[in-house]
């Protein structure tokens, strides 16, 4: 289904759960209270919803939290998923460290490709970063995508000057010998967090600085990203420029929560209760999603000078 601005709306990420093993600085760092299971969309709701967004042309979902893999039942989840009708592919958003002891099940159950989020190579960076994580779970789990050829697997780092700015060229030969697209991610201004927009914020254009051998590769497909190889290398090299370089134009998904609230930019305060219209049989969840999808906005605000921060920390909106 077509938006207002004639982009294709086809892509659906659907956070199942608030709740993470981790807490990183900038999506949780604090501990709040997690939602009430009574507020979070049941798997029959789920269903519901990507059965409605299948009959208007939906067929990608990402299934994204906090942490997905700490929802019980994520398995049957991904399956009854993938046998809706219209349904091309069911992908997930992890941060790794539960996916090698469940990943041949996910594979099984229909899941068909992985994004990985490692925004440090350093073993005490990371831990520090992600409040008590294990680089090693990580790195696993990469390894198991690539032999079980879930392709393309794809690495997503958060660029954070000072942070992990110095790791760029080790990031970058990751994908020298391996079929991996590391994809460096700008800083974004959402909710409330422990690295301030403003001092850890990086242009792309630094990545492009660093290693000047990167080759634009062509981009005519609707992607995020904006890839780029070193010549002879396995691998790719994808820039998702938000800040410095927006794709609002070409935009094509919806961001549904863990408590049934659905967001049609990222970068935007409004959202839609669409848990409300499921429980209180307000209209047909097909109407709703048509309904939001001619309120998606052209693009965001962030370089703007009425520009108002997410409220909701990461991790409640969905990563």
Do not use: W
Not at 167 to 195: A, Q
Not at 203 to 208: C, D, P, T
Not at 218 to 244: C, F, M, Q, R, W
Not at 300 to 318: A, E, L, S, T
């Amino acid at each position: 289904m077509q938006d207002r601005y004639n982009r294709e709306i086809n892509y659906l990420r659907i956070s199942v759960t608030d709740k993470c093993n981790f807490n990183c600085r900038y999506c949780k760092p604090d501990n709040s209270p997690s939602f009430l299971e009574s507020k979070l969309l049941t798997d029959d709701e789920i269903l519901k919803i990507v059965l409605g967004a299948s009959k208007i042309g939906f067929n990608k979902i990402r299934l994204t939290g906090g942490e997905p893999l700490v929802r019980h039942g994520i398995i049957e989840l991904v399956s009854k998923i993938k046998a809706i009708d219209g349904i091309n592919e069911v992908v997930m958003t992890t941060n790794g460290s539960l996916l090698p002891r469940k990943i041949k099940e996910l594979k099984k159950a229909g899941l068909d490709r992985v994004n990985i989020s490692l925004d440090t190579l350093d073993p005490v960076k990371f831990k520090y970063i992600t409040g008590g994580g294990n680089i090693l779970d990580i790195l696993e789990s990469i390894e198991n995508l690539l032999l079980l050829e879930m392709n393309p697997v794809k690495i997503n780092v958060v660029l954070m000057k000072g942070f992990n700015d110095n790791e760029i060229m080790d990031f970058i030969n990751l994908t020298k010998d391996k079929e991996v697209i590391v994809r460096f991610i700008e800083l974004m201004p959402i909710g409330s967090h422990e690295f301030p927009f403003e001092k850890y914020y990086l242009s792309n254009n630094e990545v492009l600085k660093q290693c000047p051998e990167l080759t634009r590769l062509d981009n005519s497909h609707i992607e995020t990203a904006i890839y780029y190889n070193v010549p002879n290398y396995k691998g790719k090299i994808g820039l998702i420029s938000p800040i410095s370089n927006h794709f609002c134009n070409s935009c094509n998904r919806l961001r549904i929560t863990s408590d049934g609230l659905l967001k049609t930019c990222l970068h935007g305060n409004v959202e839609y209760d669409l848990l409300k219209c499921i429980r209180e049989d307000i209209e047909p969840i097909e109407d709703f999603l048509k309904n939001s999808i001619m309120l998606k906005p052209k693009s965001h605000k962030i370089n703007q000078k009425d520009f108002q921060k997410v409220d909701r920390n990461m991790y409640k909106i969905g990563g």
